[in-house]
């Protein structure tokens, strides 16, 4: 029972690792298109054709990422606000957007 255990944790941690790693590629794949869209303006388009992609789907669903229309909105308009992955996920910029949205409450 106790290597059925091991095993089972083992195959966790290593789906949990394959997971971080398939995030970590859509989060290029954003970056990508971020900058595809500050040079030549069609950023959300190509982001768009990407999680639609056979490829793009799949990448998105072994990051455990719902490959839906409503996700390839959302990256659309992610890619549209023109902030880098690396900002937006910093915590500087959550505190930035936290303090905006309570200065935009209480005006």
């Given at each position: 029972?106790?290597?059925?255990?091991?095993?089972?944790?083992?195959?966790?941690?290593?789906?949990?690792?394959?997971?971080?790693?398939?995030?970590?590629v859509v989060l290029a794949?954003?970056?990508?298109?971020?900058?595809?869209?500050?040079?030549?303006?069609?950023?959300?388009?190509?982001?768009?054709?990407?999680?639609?992609?056979?490829?793009?789907?799949?990448?998105?669903?072994?990051?455990g990422i719902d490959p839906?229309?409503?996700?390839?909105?959302?990256?659309?308009?992610?890619?549209?606000?023109?902030?880098?992955?690396?900002?937006?996920?910093?915590?500087?910029?959550?505190?930035?957007?936290?303090?905006?949205?309570?200065?935009?409450?209480?005006?």
């Amino acid at each position: 029972m106790r290597d059925f255990v091991d095993g089972t944790a083992f195959n966790n941690e290593q789906g949990n690792r394959a997971r971080k790693l398939f995030a970590a590629v859509v989060l290029a794949a954003l970056d990508d298109a971020i900058a595809d869209d500050k040079k030549y303006g069609n950023g959300p388009e190509q982001i768009a054709r990407w999680a639609r992609s056979r490829d793009g789907r799949e990448v998105l669903s072994c990051a455990g990422i719902d490959p839906n229309e409503r996700v390839v909105t959302g990256l659309m308009e992610f890619v549209g606000k023109g902030v880098r992955t690396s900002v937006a996920l910093s915590r500087e910029e959550s505190e930035r957007r936290n303090a905006a949205e309570q200065d935009a409450r209480a005006a």
